[in-house]
């Protein structure tokens, strides 16, 4: 198997592994959120949630020169704060829809997932279509 696609599967792993680390932890904070502003902090979350997504689906593996060892490794720690960013922004706004509007957490949860595992899909396939 290709060390870059070894190194952006333990990528992914450890996004996941710290988004489930600090669950409790955005809990905890978003229960300090009164309800009436929890709105306000769910367009907060929002615009943040496009602008990462924005920054790491404008980034290309095509141009990044992933044969070079300093293009790689930007490459791949770019790669690594935007997906991580966009994982924390999607569970935040999870849990900020279950304190709002419990009724849609279940949807929220799983749009949130599939997003997620699109963004995920998307980072191979750029990997791929410039490497591989």
Known sequence: MNSLIKK??????????ITIIF????????????IEQMNDFLLI????????SFANFA????????KTKSGSILSYYSTFVFMLLTAL???????????VYPS???MIFEFAILLYIGIILYDFWDLFRAEI
Request: charged residues 15%; without cysteine; glycine residues 0%.
């Open 8 to 17: 952006h599967l333990i990528k992914n792993v450890l996004i996941v592994f």
């Open 89 to 99: 922004l999607l569970e935040s706004m999870v849990l900020a829809v279950k304190v």
């Open 104 to 106: 849609f957490y279940v």
């Open 23 to 34: 669950y409790p932890v955005i809990s905890r904070s978003l229960n300090q959120i009164k």
């Open 59 to 66: 980034f290309t593996y095509e141009k990044s020169k992933l």
């Open 45 to 52: 979350l929002s615009i943040l949630l496009m602008i990462s």
